[in-house]
T-cell receptor, first 112, second 113 residues
Framework: QKEVEQNSGPLSVPEGAIASLNCTYS??????FFWYRQYSGKSPELIMS????GDKEDGRFTAQLNKASQYVSLLIRDSQPSDSATYLC????????????FGKGITLSVRP | NAGVMQNPRHLVRRRGQEARLRCSPV?????VYWYRQLPEEGLKFMVY????????ESGMPKERFSAEFPKEGPSILRIQQVVRGDSAAYFC???????????FGNGTRLTVT
């Protein structure tokens, strides 16, 4: 089992729709969770971080975390063509020497 | 405040040559990470360094690859005797401490011909 899995994708939604991106992780002790957006040929850019169970909203983005089920998701409301990118889920275990582990990413395409 | 600076942006090497990739972290960040990304793949961890120390190099190939983060100057990822399979985007990231989000540089795209 991979440490961080993002199995669904590529995902295509019409402009204005809600895009739902899912991620599961295997290590129960993981404490910190991040969503990065990466445009083609560019570097990853942090868009959301979440540390406790529940929802965290920032503008059109909502991150959801369920530690019991070991999944974290990202909802993008009112999707725009500019949201078309690859979304990377990243998980961090606690500890002084921990490192961020990434999923493979989900490519989102928003159709005008 | 400048972000993570990587250079060169693009690097072309012939098989057998050496590649040197440089990374200057965000000012004040003492933690540096190197990741490799192949086309259509996620980011694979290579090495984690703090000033003058390698903390975790579990993702680094045992041969030909080395990394350093000296007391003065940028972090360097060095690949000796490059092969075609080394062609990838190499990203450097930094953070001010542990258990925090990473800030990525623009990457170095290495092409081995």
């Amino acid at each position: 089992q991979k440490e961080v899995e993002q199995n669904s994708g590529p995902l295509s939604v019409p402009e204005g729709a809600i895009a739902s991106l899912n991620c599961t992780y295997s290590d129960r002790v993981s404490q910190s969770f991040f969503w990065y957006r990466q445009y083609s040929g560019k570097s990853p850019e942090l868009i959301m971080s979440i540390y406790s169970n529940g929802d965290k909203e920032d503008g059109r983005f909502t991150a959801q975390l369920n530690k019991a089920s070991q999944y974290v998701s990202l909802l993008i409301r009112d999707s725009q063509p500019s949201d078309s990118a690859t979304y990377l889920c990243a998980v961090l275990r606690p500890g002084a020497n921990s490192k961020l582990t990434f999923g493979k990413g989900i490519t989102l395409s928003v159709r005008p | 405040n400048a972000g993570v600076m990587q250079n060169p942006r693009h690097l072309v090497r012939r098989r057998g040559q050496e590649a040197r990739l440089r990374c200057s972290p965000v000012k004040g960040h003492s933690h540096v990470y190197w990741y490799r990304q192949l086309p259509e793949e996620g980011l694979k961890f290579m090495v984690y360094l703090q000033k003058e120390n390698i903390i975790d190099e579990s993702g680094m190939p045992k041969e030909r690859f080395s990394a350093e983060f000296p007391k003065e100057g940028p972090s360097i990822l060095r690949i000796q005797q490059v092969v075609r399979g080394d062609s990838a985007a190499y990203f450097c990231a930094s953070s001010p401490g542990t258990e925090t989000a990473l800030h990525f540089g623009n990457g170095t795209r290495l092409t081995v011909t």
